[in-house]
């Protein structure tokens, strides 16, 4: 977790000044969505991205 939590603040939002709140929120969202669940490699999925692993379970 320590590993995820320095690789957000580093990638998502290291010197980042958000005017508001829902800014903020939105570029967590999009760094979960767009980073973490589509190119991060998961080794409890045999180092597959989340992505890739549903989409082999649907096909």
Same mark, same amino acid.
């Given at each position: *977790?320590?590993?995820?939590? =320095?690789? $957000?603040? +580093? !990638? @998502?939002? =290291?010197?980042? %000044? $958000?005017? !508001? %709140?829902?800014? @903020?929120? =939105?570029? +967590? $969202? #999009?760094?979960? #969505?767009?980073?973490?669940? %589509?190119?991060?490699? =998961?080794?409890?999925?045999?180092? +597959?991205?989340? #992505? *890739? $692993? #549903? @989409?082999? %379970? +649907?096909?």
């Amino acid at each position: *977790m320590a590993s995820c939590n =320095h690789s $957000f603040k +580093v !990638t @998502a939002v =290291h010197g980042e %000044r $958000f005017k !508001t %709140r829902s800014d @903020a929120k =939105h570029q +967590v $969202f #999009e760094y979960i #969505e767009a980073h973490y669940n %589509r190119k991060r490699l =998961h080794s409890k999925l045999g180092y +597959v991205s989340l #992505e *890739m $692993f #549903e @989409a082999k %379970r +649907v096909a």
